[in-house]
């Protein structure tokens, strides 16, 4: 269960869209359309953004949206606002009941 | 309002152990699987286990080779974990998670500190 491969940081300007892939292999990410991600302040608790690859909870903006394409899932942020600035992960199921997180990726708006 | 809060971390030694816990208001309990997920220093977040409503069916994280054990109490709304044999790589924020799916993450407490250090 190695840890999904995510970018250590992406940043952009008020306004701009900004992606974060996500990449794993055929036997996780590849391999099954569950795919989440979750917006995470330091100290806070994480919060749910996105399920089932592309699925929004409800209360989440419609600018946050999810894909994937092979083994990568991506995050777009569409309309950053400075409130976006944090840390997201992206998980994946991986088998037998098993979940496997991305490294993280901070999101800098400049 | 929903609520999980986590207790029991705190430093302890190599090879020490210890039993987390984590308290639910606001929401049926008994009706959701849950997770236990930690965050080292400076690292991403780690999925460490996880335990369906009735606690028939429990899964761990390969790394931990039968060191940790997930329980649950429904009566009293909490999740524990039992850590034991504890190493310097176990030090982490631990979280507890709700799942309302498949991997839906949906509520997750504000974490409980473990430092494992001499």
């Known amino acids: 269960q190695s840890a999904l491969t995510q970018p250590r940081s992406v940043s952009g300007s008020p306004g701009q869209s900004v992606t974060i892939s996500c990449t794993g292999t055929s036997s996780d990410v590849g391999g099954y359309n569950y795919v989440s991600w979750y917006q995470h302040h330091p100290g806070k608790a994480p919060k749910f953004m996105i399920y089932d690859v592309s699925k929004r909870p409800s209360g989440v903006p419609d600018r946050f949206s999810g894909s994937k394409s092979g083994n990568t899932a991506s995050l777009t942020i569409s309309g950053l606002q400075a409130e976006d600035e944090a840390d997201y992960y992206c998980?994946?199921?991986?088998?037998?009941?098993?979940?496997?997180f991305g490294g993280g990726t901070k999101v800098t708006v400049l | 309002e929903e609520q999980l809060v986590e207790s029991g971390g705190g430093l302890v030694k190599p090879g020490g152990s210890l039993r987390l816990s984590c308290s639910a208001s606001?929401?049926?309990?008994?009706?959701?699987?849950m997770n236990w997920v930690r965050q080292a220093p400076g690292k991403g977040l780690e999925w460490v286990s996880s335990?369906?409503?009735?606690?028939?069916?429990?899964y761990y994280t390969d790394s931990l080779k039968g060191r940790f054990t997930i329980s649950r109490d429904n009566a009293k709304n909490s999740l524990y974990l039992q850590m034991n044999s504890l190493r310097a790589e176990d030090t982490a924020v631990y979280y507890c998670?709700?799942?309302?799916?498949?991997?839906?993450?949906?509520?997750w407490g504000q974490g409980t500190l473990v430092t494992v250090s001499s």
């Open positions: 606001g929401f049926t309990f008994r009706s959701y699987n």
């Open positions: 998980c994946s199921y991986a088998g037998s009941y098993t979940w496997v």
């Open positions: 335990i369906s409503s009735t606690s028939s069916y429990i």
């Open positions: 998670a709700r799942d309302r799916g498949f991997g839906e993450f949906d509520f």
